[in-house]
């Protein structure tokens, strides 16, 4: 079964807007990666946050870490139309990557 | 940098056909991973090897798959015989030593009839 498990499945918002996505884990982990795929295309990766970190940012991602809850979240600020794709969280445990099985967002112009 | 290169991007086949998928990891890197996307499962790890040696094939289904990397910049994935289950897109990913960000390929779409 998926380690990472995101919330929502599905979220559609306005241009402008911002966007979050939570995933939730189960064992320890060494980082948590987040990756975006759009569609009919490969996995591209987007920010990586270590198991000591508790926030990262990079650009418009703010990713967030609760160790203690085994969660995570990825906030996207001021979305625009291209930010439009599924989006999936990874834990990293030692070599390999177990993905969740991702949130598709949608943002309309 | 060219990036993760698989070959073919498509593939159609009938049952009970061989089947080979072809992937070129990224110069330098020395991860290779080899992963099947399906809307039921998800996206799965199926092998994964380092420095040309197999690590973890836990996720192989069975015997009918089989994965071979004979040099650093070559890996196969192997499907004999198909079976219309297998229908899914198949990925190829590299990383680099020491880093733990993985880069994936375009994927190689593979239906079984």
Known sequence: ?109 | DAGVIQSPRHEVTEMGQEVTLRCKPISGHNSLFWYRQTMMRGLELLIYFNNNVPIDDSGMPEDRFSAKMPNASFSTLKIQPSEPRDSAVYFCASRRQGLYEQYFGPGTRLTVT
């Open chain 1, 1 to 109: 079964s998926q380690q990472g498990e995101e919330d929502p499945q599905a979220l559609s918002i306005q241009e402008g807007e911002n966007a979050t996505m939570n995933c939730s884990y189960k064992t320890s982990i060494n980082n948590l990666q987040w990756y975006r795929q759009n569609s009919g295309r490969g996995l591209v990766h987007l920010i990586l946050i270590r198991s000591n970190e508790r926030e990262k940012h990079s650009g418009r991602l703010r990713v967030t870490l609760d160790t203690s809850k085994k969660s995570s979240s990825l906030l996207i600020t001021a979305s625009r139309a291209a930010d439009t794709a599924s989006y999936f969280c990874a834990t990293d445990e030692g070599s390999r990557l177990t993905f969740g099985e991702g949130t598709q967002l949608t943002v309309n112009p």
